[in-house]
């Protein structure tokens, strides 16, 4: 396999990182070795359908709907072409940025994935020592495979964010915020878009919703508050609990809830939480906390009181919306419709980047993602006005694939095509993308 990666301190991170790549892949060619996931977007989508079970590869590639949010994502991007600007000194590149207070090596930074144990066991610790090598921050998702300690642990110099999902227990909420400050984390993500579950078609056809599964929940299992609300739950037998059929499908969902409920039994062994009530009741209690429709403007001021990081706003796609952000004192704001997993034949985030950034106007910074499959797609978004891209499925499927090794690939490949991009289009950084570099179809 094929891998190249820079510290994230090196001040060269992010420069000439194209000729790097393209000259590793080549030279470990002439002995046979290819990279060790597909390069192409498509390619990579089908590899990983291979290497995942039904199951997950519905999860991580399924939208809402007739998954129409998902195809105009993609289809906004066709209505923009890159100028090539040639006869211009381009042999130095700089893909740095200014970002949350601190000068990073490229503009790409990972979106929050959970559940990514059904891509590899490693999980989120493959995706953290990734994107470290790379230098890239990531994003921790609140439905993370692993508690956040954990990922902090398994790579130490890594730059992190935090999702939450707004739960219906503030105390909970309060609770995920302090760990997160503790454990090293630059940032809160408040996802705003996923108060209500969107009607995933691809999951409901096979009836599969993995945090029923008990996984996803290790933010929440490895909680104080959670685990207390879990104990005063399983407390209380609840006389119409609904009678699960036994199956061998069954079965097998209830030996992973009785591992996944390790943290609430002492790390009992699993004859020991099988018959505890505490891994069902963990489950349930999640599903019952895990977000709500209730939650408004009004509910961000408590986010001011339960942290010192800063706070960005993901789920914007309004104008309006981005204003109010502003209004309310947060400090960025991320413009995403959930990749299209949320609601069918939503706005394209792309489509309204362009009017956001210009009521923006550069007074915090805008994260963009929904539909960036590469690294030209990251090229047009940042001409368009994001500050910083945030990469989704594609490294879920590397993950898939390679593991740890597939993650940075995958991000390495992003990186070398917008490197490339920058570089055809005549521009030497990032700051140079513009509407300029654009022409509208």
């Given at each position: 396999m094929?891998?190249s990666?820079?510290?994230?301190d090196?001040?060269?991170?992010?420069?000439?990182?194209?000729?790097?790549?393209?000259?590793?892949?080549?030279?470990?060619?002439?002995?046979g070795?290819k990279?060790?996931v597909?390069?192409?977007s498509?390619?990579?989508?089908?590899?990983?359908?291979?290497?995942?079970?039904?199951?997950?590869?519905?999860?991580?590639?399924?939208?809402?709907?007739?998954?129409?949010?998902m195809?105009?994502?993609?289809?906004?991007?066709?209505?923009?072409q890159?100028?090539?600007?040639?006869?211009?000194?381009?042999?130095?590149?700089?893909?740095?940025?200014?970002f949350?207070?601190?000068?990073?090596?490229?503009?790409?930074l990972?979106?929050?994935?959970?559940?990514?144990?059904?891509?590899?066991?490693?999980?989120?610790?493959a995706?953290?020592?990734?994107?470290?090598?790379?230098?890239?921050?990531?994003?921790?998702?609140?439905q993370?495979?692993?508690?956040?300690?954990?990922?902090?642990?398994?790579?130490?110099?890594?730059?992190r964010?935090?999702?939450?999902?707004?739960?219906?227990?503030?105390?909970?909420?309060?609770?995920?915020?302090?760990?997160?400050?503790?454990s090293?984390?630059?940032a809160?993500?408040?996802?705003?878009?996923t108060?209500?579950?969107g009607?995933?078609?691809?999951?409901?056809?096979?009836?599969?919703?993995?945090?029923?599964?008990?996984?996803?929940?290790?933010?929440?299992?490895?909680?104080?508050?959670?685990?207390?609300?879990?104990?005063?739950?399983?407390?209380?037998?609840?006389?119409?609990?609904?009678?699960?059929?036994?199956?061998?499908?069954?079965?097998?969902?209830?030996?992973?809830?009785a591992r996944?409920?390790?943290?609430?039994?002492?790390?009992?062994?699993?004859r020991?939480?099988?018959?505890?009530?505490?891994?069902?009741?963990?489950?349930?209690?999640?599903l019952?906390?895990?977000?709500?429709?209730?939650?408004t403007?009004d509910?961000?001021a408590?986010?001011?009181?339960?942290?010192?990081?800063?706070?960005?706003?993901?789920?914007i796609?309004?104008?309006?919306?981005?204003?109010?952000a502003?209004d309310?004192?947060?400090?960025?704001?991320?413009?995403?419709?959930?990749?299209?997993?949320?609601?069918?034949?939503?706005?394209?985030?792309?489509?309204?980047?362009?009017?956001?950034?210009?009521?923006?106007?550069?007074?915090?910074?805008?994260?963009?993602?929904?539909?960036?499959?590469?690294?030209?797609?990251?090229?047009?978004?940042?001409?368009?006005?994001?500050?910083?891209?945030?990469?989704?499925?594609?490294?879920?499927?590397g993950?898939?694939?390679?593991?740890?090794?597939?993650v940075?690939?995958?991000?390495?490949?992003?990186?070398?095509?917008?490197?490339?991009?920058?570089?055809l289009?005549?521009?030497?950084?990032?700051?140079?993308?513009?509407?300029d570099?654009?022409?509208?179809?």
């Open positions: 094929v891998t990666s820079v510290a994230p090196d001040p060269a991170a992010g420069r000439g990182i194209s000729r790097r790549t393209q000259s590793d892949i080549y030279r470990a060619g002439i002995s070795t990279p060790a597909p390069v192409a498509a390619a990579l989508e089908s590899e990983a359908r291979k290497e995942l079970s039904a199951e997950a590869f519905a999860y991580i590639a399924g939208g809402a709907g007739a998954e129409r949010t195809a105009a994502n993609r289809a906004a991007f066709g209505r923009w890159v100028w090539p600007r040639p006869l211009r000194d381009v042999s130095e590149r700089d893909l740095g940025v200014d949350l207070g601190r000068r990073r090596p490229t503009p790409l990972l979106a929050p994935l959970g559940v990514m144990e059904m891509a590899h066991a490693d999980a989120d610790l995706v953290a020592r990734a994107a470290a090598s790379v230098g890239i921050p990531y994003t921790l998702s609140n993370a495979s692993f508690p956040m300690e954990q990922v902090a642990d398994a790579a130490p110099q890594g730059s964010l935090f999702q939450l999902y707004w739960s219906a227990s503030d105390d909970l909420n309060r609770s995920l915020l302090a760990r997160a400050e503790a090293g984390c630059e809160i993500v408040v996802t705003l878009d108060h209500l579950l009607w995933r078609t691809r999951d409901l056809d096979l009836a599969y919703l993995p945090f029923t599964r008990g996984m996803g929940i290790a933010q929440y299992t490895s909680d104080p508050v959670f685990q207390q609300l879990v104990r005063e739950r399983a407390s209380v037998p609840k006389a119409d609990a609904a009678a699960v059929k036994v199956t061998p499908k069954a079965v097998a969902a209830a030996l992973t809830i996944k409920g390790a943290p609430l039994t002492g790390g009992g062994s699993l020991d939480n099988l018959r505890s009530p505490l891994p069902r009741a963990a489950v349930e209690t999640f019952d906390v895990f977000s709500t429709p209730a939650v403007w509910d961000l408590k986010a001011r009181e339960w942290t010192s990081l800063p706070i960005i706003l993901k789920g796609v309004h104008p309006d919306d981005a204003q109010s502003l309310a004192g947060m400090d960025g704001i991320w413009i995403s419709n959930h990749g299209g997993r949320q609601i069918d034949q939503s706005v394209p985030t792309l489509a309204v980047l362009p009017e956001i950034a210009e009521r923006v106007a550069g007074r915090v910074p805008i994260v963009f993602d929904s539909g960036v499959r590469g690294g030209a797609d990251a090229a047009i978004a940042l001409a368009l006005g994001a500050t910083v891209v945030a990469l989704g499925r594609p490294y879920a499927y993950l898939g694939i390679a593991g740890e090794t597939g940075r690939e995958v991000v390495r490949n992003v990186l070398a095509e917008l490197d490339i991009t920058l570089g289009a005549g521009l030497t950084s990032v700051s140079q993308l513009d509407r570099a654009l022409r509208e179809v």
